[in-house]
């Protein structure tokens, strides 16, 4: 179903657990920074079930809208709450512990350009165990390109800001977790859609950090199979076939020529299981083909040429001109924060 109209330039997802110390900081440089911009803005505070009075901090800021969650469904799930509730064009995610570079957040939306997604990548590693977190980030990082054939210098980054009318066709999708912003990333650059990466500081946060490096770095890895499986699965499943052909293929030879042309009988199990593999893969990759929805946003950068003056026009994915770029003299004409001109 298209997303309905958008009513602002951009809405701001800040989730919110126990961040009551620096939150009214983190407010008052977003909405500064807002203020002084050419967009119209909303900042939607997700309070992921508190317990510190957030929630009255950010209710009691008249610059601010609150959703607020009487238990903590996960980061997310907020994300998700905010994004679906977001009447903005764009969207910007964030976080509210200090961490990231929420004075550049206009700098962010200018930087969407033609892309559907802009990514904040960060130089520097702030978390705890980084012994730990930095290669098994690298490993998921890894694998996510292998998925995409795209570079990604930041997966999981929390700092972007991405066309909404996109995302919420892949909301839905989006886990309870942290893995949430790794997602979202893939989701887009699986369908087509145009990811760009800008490099941003990123500070130590300000309270105590609610990421748990062996959980929630195990569900980062599996969100990326079960996307991986989910829109490209001969992907995974064709590598892990030629591999055990390979295999076949030796043992095969060897009990050929060995066995006086006898093969054993796990070398049969091992020929039935390529076979298998093979067979999986195919009926994956034939469900998800064919349980693609009928209806997809087109990406930013698809536009139809005018006839005579060739200016650009957004199309919508049934062909039909979403909104034809008005003349000079034509007061309708609105400069979209998303459009590079």
């Known amino acids: 179903m298209p997303a309905p109209p958008a009513e602002l330039d951009v809405s701001i997802i800040l989730p919110v657990h126990n961040e009551a110390g620096h939150l009214q900081a983190e407010i008052d440089r977003i909405a500064h920074a807002m203020d002084v911009s050419a967009y119209s803005w909303e900042l939607i505070i997700v309070d992921d079930g508190s317990d510190d009075g957030s929630d009255e901090i950010a209710t009691a800021d008249q610059r601010t809208r609150v959703i607020r969650a009487e238990r903590c469904l996960g980061a997310g799930a907020a994300r998700r709450i905010g994004t679906e509730a977001a009447r903005g064009s764009i969207v910007v995610w964030s976080d509210a512990d200090m961490s990231y570079p929420n004075h550049e957040i206009p700098q962010l939306v200018g930087a969407l350009g033609d892309a559907d997604q802009v990514v904040g990548a960060r130089t520097s590693e702030q978390g705890t165990l980084k012994f730990f977190r930095v290669p098994a980030k690298w490993l998921i990082r890894q694998l996510a390109q292998y998925l995409t054939q795209t570079t990604i210098p930041d997966l999981n980054t929390g700092f972007r800001a991405f066309r909404r009318d996109v995302a919420l066709q892949y909301t839905h999708e989006l886990p309870v977790g942290f893995s949430c912003a790794t997602t979202i990333t893939m989701a887009f650059l699986m369908n087509g859609y145009r990811v760009d990466f800008v490099t941003i500081t990123y500070e130590k946060r300000a309270g105590k950090s609610k990421f748990h490096w062996w959980r929630d770095t195990r569900s980062y890895a599996l969100q990326v199979i079960r996307m991986m499986l989910s829109y490209d699965p001969l992907r995974v499943m064709l590598p892990i076939a030629s591999l055990l052909g390979l295999i076949f293929i030796g043992k095969l030879g060897y009990d050929l020529v060995d066995k006086d042309l ?20 195919l009926l994956a990759d034939l469900i998800v083909r064919v349980n693609r929805p009928f209806h997809r946003e087109l990406p930013s950068d698809v536009r139809e040429l005018g006839d005579t003056d060739e200016s650009a026009r957004p199309l919508k994915a049934d062909g039909v001109p979403k909104k034809i770029t008005p003349g000079p003299d034509d007061p309708a004409s609105v400069d979209l924060p998303r459009r590079g001109r």
């Open 262 to 281: 006898r093969p054993a009988a796990n070398t049969l199990l091992l020929g039935f299981a390529v076979l298998q593999t093979l067979v999986v893969g």
